[in-house]
């Protein structure tokens, strides 16, 4: 059996999808996997013929991206699509895989599967479409005459005609499934879960071997541990830190802060002798260890802290991660949310407060970490897709 796995070039979609994969080839399917070269170490360590290609910034879609997020997105990712179709199709034609393998929005993975007319595996790392639930129905409506609307529509149109895909509008973007479809969520946590029909399958959190992160160990002195991380997008952020060290100052706990690329120690000013910073940390090693963490609620941070029952303090920076934050706190893992203008030291005080001295959330976290595990996981999703290429043969 042969696989080809194309995702979009974001580090939490990547990570989401590694543990299946790893499974797939431990079962002996040959798998290439596209990625940027940045990601070379983790793909390989799954175990998949590592493909690079290039991680697309989007020039054109920044720009009206910066003038209009959500006006730029269906650009953003057409865009990233027009920028590696030369690179994969070559490829996965002369591979001639029994089945496309893609993330919901890496739309060259449905430009090869129409091209090749190869079975579409569609995997969800984020909120799943239907009747009752759609992100992209809550965002404002543009008209086909904005900039970025109108670049969209153009290499929407060429696709369908050279590739044979479906004319990708947003809603076809945003709305769009495979013939499986995989979820890297539980369904509780899935607006809507109930409504989901036998072509869905909510695998949970992947959980699997990563390549080595910063260094860190667990103190062993049986102290609580404070785990912090903002993401890999909007983490340039040092005013949260000189709001969190005055409160973290003269707790008995230790803190790790995974700063990301964009800030150092020199930053940050005095920083507490129980707080450690690391650009990245091992996050599920770290996880296994934490008492409580302080999240920016992207759906994969998310689903890994209630893998390992830990609650959270949610401060989402994008729409998404603002109703993951939500979900959380419905779930009862989170005491708060609060986007970035709402946190204060008064605020961030309050939210740590109560995560601390009420054991609910803690308790509740450990429900869902065992109803978590019992969905399966990567195992999980590869047996389906296995069944799925064997039904296909």
Not at 373 to 383: I, K, L, M, P, Y
């Amino acid at each position: 059996m042969k696989a080809i796995y194309i995702p979009v070039g974001a580090t939490g979609h990547i990570l989401s999808s590694l543990p299946m994969v790893g499974e797939l080839v431990a079962h002996g399917v040959e798998m290439i996997y596209f990625a940027p070269e940045s990601c070379r170490a983790q793909v390989e360590l799954s175990g998949a013929q590592f493909c690079c290609v290039p991680a697309v910034a989007a020039k054109d879609a920044s720009v009206e991206c910066d003038q209009d997020f959500v006006a730029g997105l269906p650009l953003v990712f057409l865009s990233e699509a027009e920028g590696v179709i030369d690179k994969i199709l070559p490829v996965a034609q002369a591979f001639e895989p029994d089945v496309i393998i893609a993330d919901e929005l890496a739309l060259a993975g449905r430009l090869v599967a129409a091209y090749l007319r190869k079975p579409l595996v569609m995997v969800f790392t984020s909120f799943a479409p239907c009747r009752q639930f759609s992100i992209c129905r809550y965002w404002p409506a543009y008209t086909d005459d904005h900039p970025a609307r109108a670049k969209a529509r153009q290499i929407a149109e060429r696709f369908t005609r050279q590739y044979g895909v479906r004319h990708l509008d947003i809603y076809e973007i945003f709305e769009g499934k495979g013939e499986l479809n995989i979820s890297t969520l539980i369904r509780d946590f899935q607006p809507a879960g109930d409504s989901f029909g036998d072509d869905f399958l909510f695998a949970g959190a992947q959980i699997g071997p990563r390549a080595p992160a910063d260094a860190w160990q667990p103190s062993g002195d049986g102290k609580p541990l404070l785990y912090t991380s903002l993401g890999s997008l909007f983490n340039n952020w040092p005013e949260f830190y000189s709001m969190l060290f005055p409160l973290v100052r003269e707790m008995d706990i230790h803190v790790l802060c995974a700063l990301g690329r964009a800030l150092t120690a020199r930053d940050l000013g005095d920083i507490p002798d129980n707080v450690t910073l690391v650009s990245f940390a091992p996050q599920l090693d770290v996880l296994a260890h934490a008492d409580y963490f302080i999240t920016h609620a992207g759906t994969g941070s998310a689903m890994e802290a209630l893998y390992y029952g830990v609650p959270c303090v949610c401060i989402p920076q994008m729409d998404e991660q603002i109703l993951a934050a939500r979900q959380m706190v419905r779930l009862g893992v989170a005491s708060t949310s609060m986007v970035r203008a709402e946190v204060t030291e008064e605020t961030l005080r309050d939210a740590l407060t109560r995560l601390m001295r009420e054991p609910h959330y803690r308790e509740r976290a450990q429900v869902l970490a065992r109803r978590m595990r019992e969905t399966g996981g990567s195992a999980c999703a590869a047996n389906a897709i296995l069944d799925f290429i064997r039904s296909r043969a």
